[in-house]
Every structure is written in structure tokens, then in C-alpha cells.
């Protein structure tokens, strides 16, 4: 059983920045793909970034420019770096890892304030 285990959520303000990190329970594999999703209260589960075995990065529009995304292939870790945080950014962020089937961690509450 693999699991997703995220962590550094938060309340910020707006500006400010957060480090969102996600670690795979499991090692001796490599996700092929791992990202982040994340869901405000009443919108839709929205696709934030992912990134490739090989280091491919892909950004929604909203968050280019401001957040990055980045991974351990070693510890089966993915990282997002948000900066210029902006009340929008508020959401529960959600990893991902590809391997055959997609996993999901049980996600982690960014609070932006203005």
C-alpha cells in the first residue's frame, strides 16, 4: 500500500510564501509523474503543477511565475514552493504520484489572507 503523506499548510498573508511537501510511505520506485492538485470550498479540483521523472514541469496559468514545483526521485518526493501568495491560492492542496494508477495524499489547507 502506498501512501501520500503531505505537509506544510498553512495561514499566510497574502505576499507571503509556503513550502508544500509530499512524501511517498513506499520506496525502491519512482512515480512517473507526480503533481498538485488543489480545491477551494464550492470550485472544482484544479490542477496546479506536475512534474516528470526526468525534471518536466508543467504550471497551471494562475500560479506560472510565482510557485515551483520540485522532486526527489530518491525519497519519492515532490515539494511546492509558493510564493506571492494571493487570497485565490486559498485551497486544500492535494499530491499526486503516477505508477501504474494515480495516488492521492489526504491533502493539506493553504489559507491566504488580505
Known amino acids: 500500500q502506498v501512501q501520500l503523506v503531505e505537509s506544510g499548510g498553512g495561514s499566510v498573508q497574502a505576499g507571503g510564501s509556503l513550502r508544500l511537501s509530499c512524501v511517498s510511505s513506499r520506496l525502491g520506485f519512482s512515480f512517473n509523474l507526480m503533481g498538485w492538485y488543489r480545491q477551494a470550498p464550492g470550485k472544482e479540483r484544479e490542477l496546479v503543477a506536475t512534474i516528470t521523472s526526468g525534471g518536466n514541469a508543467n504550471y497551471a496559468d494562475s500560479v506560472k511565475g510565482r510557485f515551483t514545483i520540485s522532486r526527489d526521485n530518491a525519497k519519492n518526493a515532490v515539494y511546492l514552493q509558493m510564493n506571492s501568495l494571493k487570497p485565490e491560492d486559498t485551497a486544500n492542496y492535494y499530491c499526486?504520484?503516477?505508477?501504474?494508477?494515480?495516488?492521492w495524499g489526504q491533502g493539506t489547507q493553504v489559507t491566504v489572507s488580505s
Open positions: 499526486i504520484g503516477t505508477f501504474g494508477r494515480q495516488y
